[in-house]
């Protein structure tokens, strides 16, 4: 027993635990603690008690609907982005010149970023764009198309940057499920669609449950794009803009914290919904053989 | 037919043709499927595609209002963004912190991949959520608290403090993406070095870093590719002198109509040129699904 209790902290102590020193003092100084100084802050209002800056959120007319403008457009953007990334990464599965193609593709609009996707939608959708030149020419509509500064911009911005994102994410789960399980179920008899139902969905229901929750949360903090893109001032008046409004318009940072707060709160929320739906599905490896 | 074909042979003829009947109708269907998603990527790469070739038709367009293609053709915007946004000095705050930013990464983060590779310590999966939650909470949250520590200590607005930012999620994913180079090794190779006498800084220069060479490569190009266009956090932190191109781009885009459209699409042209060569790079070396999905979680067997 005293040696157990002994051994713990010879154990940190050692010199193979060095390395590993700055960057976790890194991470607790700069991730942890600003994210504890914003919590406490944002209990100590500028005016009033320490649950005001709560209250102010959840009863301003310009704040708390901010939540559910975001959800109207993170829930269907997450929906859409996973929904057609994983029939399109399983179609893919297999290396082929065409995946190394589609792949090296689709890396383009994660890399660029939103404030770029941002500006070439407003030259490739904007009124006298190439999009409603096409539209005009084929008569497919005939009215003039909005697709820039209201709710439509926003979300299609978010799937351009999400959907390759979603798609590469799944794609690398997939390729990581031993094909050798597929292939003895066909073996068996089982046609596509019910190795996809039967080996591939279980397998993979960890792995699109985490890509759910990250475009989740990607979508739920959009900012450059519901700024440029959107209609900050009504229809994409986003909760990271009224964060951004209260910390660098109104210099209020304990109000700015509060609303963080609430957004990581949210995010939370969706996250351990979505994980704790994940338990009702199958466990274990991916990799199949022996050991 | 023989007595031991007998038993697929024995079903009645209907029957097989309604097999065969429903095998068209799923091949069908199988068919139909497979070119409606080809068709929804080969839309979604097109429109890509236009997004990108029209921000740079109009970076050159002297004059494009409501045709095909522009008037004629000029590169004065060139010139024009060069001098109004004064480029040449916030590429190289770029090239300052984006390398900063790297060098710093791979020297906390390296180090700390070798202790999480090798040892079992208590506590180890708490020191992992620590790595891995800057990578999934998504900077907005993060940064806004972080914005507001650093104004308390006078670092937001100085190259620092915007370095210090972008390192909160480059750090861990260079421990990420290291952690299974670092597993490959052969920890014998450690232990001759140790037998031989070299301590831990000796063996990590003069062993490990040759052997991580590959790996190091790649963290840094991927770490690279992401501070470039990493906007928020430098957004939130940076100060006049201490903007990064895509911060630059974005204030440009915001006060659209202050400046002639081609330019802001002449200095979005110089920003995607100097990502997509860094990109090109980095795809030389990197699988494309490392960009979003930080570590190959399943090792390929072969």
């Known amino acids: ?291 | 037919m023989s007595a031991t074909g007998g038993v697929a042979g024995a079903a009645p003829p209907q029957q097989r043709r309604r097999d065969r009947r429903r095998d068209v109708a799923r091949s069908w269907f199988d068919h139909a499927w497979g070119a409606f998603l080809w068709g929804v990527m080969a839309l979604f790469l097109i429109n890509i595609g236009a997004i990108i070739a029209a921000v740079a038709t109009n970076s050159f367009a002297s004059r494009w209002l409501g045709t095909w293609l522009p008037e004629g053709w000029t590169t004065r915007w060139y010139f024009a963004a060069w001098k109004e946004f004064q480029l040449s000095s916030v590429l190289w705050v770029t090239v300052e912190i984006v390398g900063a930013v790297v060098a710093l990464a791979l020297i906390i983060g390296v180090p700390a991949a070798y202790t999480l590779a090798r040892r079992d310590f208590p506590g180890k999966r708490l020191v992992m959520l620590l790595f891995l939650l800057p990578l999934m909470v998504p900077p907005i949250t993060y940064g806004i608290p972080l914005a507001t520590v650093l104004y308390r200590l006078h670092l937001a607005g100085t190259m620092n403090g915007v370095i210090i930012a972008n390192l909160i999620p480059a750090a861990p994913f260079v421990i990420l993406v290291m952690t299974p180079f670092i597993e490959q090794i052969d920890r014998n190779l450690e232990l001759a070095a140790r037998v031989f006498g070299a301590g831990t800084l000796k063996m990590f220069w003069y062993v490990l870093v040759p052997l991580l060479a590959p790996g190091i490569l790649a963290a840094s190009l991927l770490v690279l590719v992401r501070t470039i266009a990493l906007f928020e956090l430098t957004f939130l932190t940076a100060g006049p002198d201490s903007q990064t191109l895509v911060v630059t781009l974005y204030y440009a885009v915001f006060a659209a109509g202050v400046r002639a459209p081609q330019s802001i699409d002449a200095m979005a042209v110089i920003y995607m040129v100097v990502t997509l060569v860094w990109l090109l790079i980095a795809m030389r070396f990197v699988d494309p699904t490392q960009l979003v999905s930080r570590v190959k979680e399943h090792p390929r067997r072969t």
């Open chain 1, 1 to 291: 027993m005293a040696d157990r209790v002994a051994a713990v902290p010879r154990a940190l102590l050692d010199r193979t635990m060095a390395p590993m020193v700055p960057a976790t003092l890194f991470m607790v100084l700069l991730f942890i603690y600003p994210f504890l100084y914003g919590l406490l802050l944002s209990f100590t209002p500028q005016h009033g008690d320490w649950l005001a800056n709560y209250r102010k959120f959840f009863t301003a007319d310009n704040l708390w609907p901010t939540i559910w403008t975001t959800m109207r457009l993170a829930l269907p953007v997450t929906l859409i982005n996973v929904g057609l990334a994983l029939p399109i990464a399983f179609k893919m599965r297999s290396k082929t010149r065409y995946q190394r193609f589609v792949t090296t593709v689709l890396v383009i609009p994660v890399s660029l970023g939103t404030v770029m996707i941002a500006e070439g939608m407003l030259t490739y959708f904007g009124p006298k764009g190439w999009l409603a030149q096409i539209v005009g020419v084929l008569h497919l509509y005939d009215g003039r198309i909005h697709l820039t500064h209201n709710y439509w911009g926003v979300m299609i911005s978010l799937v351009i940057s999400g959907f390759p994102f979603a798609f590469l994410l799944i794609l690398s789960y997939i390729t990581g499920i031993d094909p050798a399980l597929a292939r003895a179920a066909a073996t068996l008899g089982a046609g596509r669609s019910a190795q996809f139902r039967h080996i591939y969905l279980p397998l993979l229901a960890p792995g699109l449950a985490m890509c759910f929750c990250l475009a989740f949360v990607q979508s739920f903090t959009v900012f450059p794009s519901a700024v440029l893109l959107g209609a900050p001032a009504g229809p994409t008046r986003v909760i990271s803009i009224a964060a951004y409004e209260a910390a660098f318009e109104q210099y209020d940072y304990s109000l700015a914290s509060a609303i963080a707060m609430v957004m990581g709160f949210v995010q939370l929320l969706v996250i351990t919904v979505v994980l704790a739906s994940r338990s009702l599905f199958y466990r274990g490896p991916a990799v199949g053989g022996k050991g």
